[in-house]
C-alpha cells in the first residue's frame, strides 16, 4: 500500500515536472505506471492534477516575471517564434499548448502576455487531461480498462 502511494507520487512529480520547461516526457511515465499495475483511472487523475497544476505555475511564472522574462525567451529563435504566436492569436496558441515541445513555452508565454486566466485555464486543462484520456484509451485498445 506505501509502495502503490509512493508510485502515484512520483507519477505526479514526473507529470509536474515534464510540464515545465524540463525535457522529460509525462506520457512514458504515465503509461508505464498503467503497465506497471496502478490504477488507469487514478493515474489519470493523478497524472492530470500534476501536469494542469504545472501549467498553471508557468502561467503564474510568466506572468509575474513579464517583459524581462519575454526580453530574454527572445533571444532564442524557438523563443521568437512561440512569442509571435501566442501573441497574434491567443487562442490558437493556447489551442496547442498540450503539444511536446512547444506546450510548455506556450504556456509561459501566455502568462507574460497576460492571457486572461480563465480563458488559459478553461483551454489548457481540458486540452492536457484530454491528453491523458486518449492515451488510456489507446492503451485499452478501445475497452477503456475495464
Known amino acids: 500500500m506505501i509502495l502503490e502511494a509512493g508510485s502515484y507520487v512520483t507519477l505526479f512529480a514526473a507529470a509536474f515536472l515534464a510540464a515545465t520547461i524540463l525535457p522529460f516526457s509525462s506520457e512514458l511515465a504515465f503509461s508505464g505506471a498503467i503497465l506497471g499495475g496502478l490504477d ?24 509575474i516575471l513579464g517583459r524581462p522574462f ?6 532564442r529563435r524557438r523563443g521568437r517564434r512561440i512569442y509571435r504566436f501566442v501573441h497574434k ?29 480563465w480563458i488559459f485555464h478553461a483551454l489548457v486543462w481540458p486540452l492536457r487531461i484530454g ?12 475497452d477503456w480498462l475495464n
Open 70 to 75: 519575454l526580453i530574454r525567451m527572445l533571444r
Open 40 to 63: 488507469p483511472w487514478k493515474c489519470l487523475v493523478v497524472a492530470s492534477a500534476g501536469n494542469c497544476l504545472a501549467c498553471s505555475v508557468n502561467y503564474a511564472g510568466g506572468y
Open 89 to 117: 492569436s491567443e487562442i490558437l496558441a493556447l489551442l496547442f499548448s498540450w503539444t511536446p515541445i512547444a506546450g510548455d513555452p506556450i504556456t509561459l508565454a501566455a502568462g507574460a502576455l497576460r492571457t486572461n486566466p
Open 131 to 142: 491528453r491523458y484520456l486518449a492515451i488510456l484509451y489507446a492503451m485499452s485498445s478501445g
